[in-house]
Nanobody
């Protein structure tokens, strides 16, 4: 149906930057939104940034001013530019494609920020 693939994760020093990409492919049905979530070891998955149904963006307080979500609708791709990375940003980052009644998730990409 819909495949979601993240890329761009890696190891970076504190204060560095990474740009994550999420490409969705397959059959798209109805309206949808895309966003980024992350999950650190022993913690629940949490929202990082996403586009809302109204077309605006929503960010976790912890990443505001540092992360920027963007998209290329023609390519069904969403990006997450992460600047001023901190060790607490270390997590597996997941891309979400939300069709309201069903969600698709990527396999995740590891982001590790060293101090």
């Amino acid at each position: 149906q819909v495949q979601v693939v993240e890329s761009g994760g890696g190891l970076v020093q504190s204060g560095g930057s990474l740009r994550l990409s999420c490409a969705a492919s397959g059959t798209f049905f109805s309206t949808y939104t895309m966003g980024w979530y992350r999950q650190a070891p022993g913690k629940q998955r949490e929202l990082v940034a996403r586009f809302t149904s109204g077309g605006n963006t929503r960010y976790a307080d912890s990443v505001k001013g540092r992360f920027t979500i963007s998209r290329d609708n023609a390519k069904n791709t969403v990006y997450l530019q992460m600047n001023s990375l901190k060790p607490e940003d270390t997590a597996v980052y997941y891309c979400n494609v939300d069709f309201v009644w069903i969600d698709y998730w990527g396999q995740g990409t590891q982001v590790t920020v060293s101090s």
